[in-house]
């Protein structure tokens, strides 16, 4: 069984900055990749930010580059994703994703790819 569970959302003014947290809990060890997705009110769902096992590899959504940071801690089987520089269109509930049976180094940007989601935590941006 695996268990995927987000927390850090929040209500923040627009240029200000949240930090999500993601915890992926597991009865066997397995490696797996990990991914944000966000979806907005009206929109579909987006991809934000991915990383690979080792955690070396990474890849961010164009509306997200330099100002989202993606990351995790293997010992402690969480990620994060650190988001500076707020602004009302980042407003949406935030998705951690979990995919197993993956190499180290590789990472995936399609929600269909992952098997394994959180409930999801909003964050809300206001001007």
């Known amino acids: 069984q695996v268990q995927v569970e987000e927390s850090g959302g929040g209500l923040v003014q627009a240029g200000d900055s949240l930090r999500l947290s993601c915890s992926v809990s597991t009865v066997t060890f397995i490696r797996y990749a990990m991914a944000w997705f966000r979806q907005a009110p009206g929109k579909e769902r987006e991809f934000v930010a991915a990383i690979s096992w080792s955690g070396y590899n990474t890849a961010y959504g164009d509306s997200v580059k330099d100002r989202f940071t993606i990351s995790r801690d293997n010992a402690k089987r969480t990620g994060n994703l650190q988001m500076n520089s707020l602004n009302p269109e980042d407003t949406a509930v935030y998705y951690c994703?979990?995919?197993?049976?993956?190499?180290?180094?590789?990472?995936?940007?399609?929600?269909?790819?992952?098997?394994?989601w959180g409930q999801g935590t909003q964050v809300t941006v206001f001007s």
């Open positions: 994703a979990a995919r197993g049976g993956v190499r180290s180094g590789v990472i995936y940007d399609d929600a269909s790819e992952y098997s394994y």
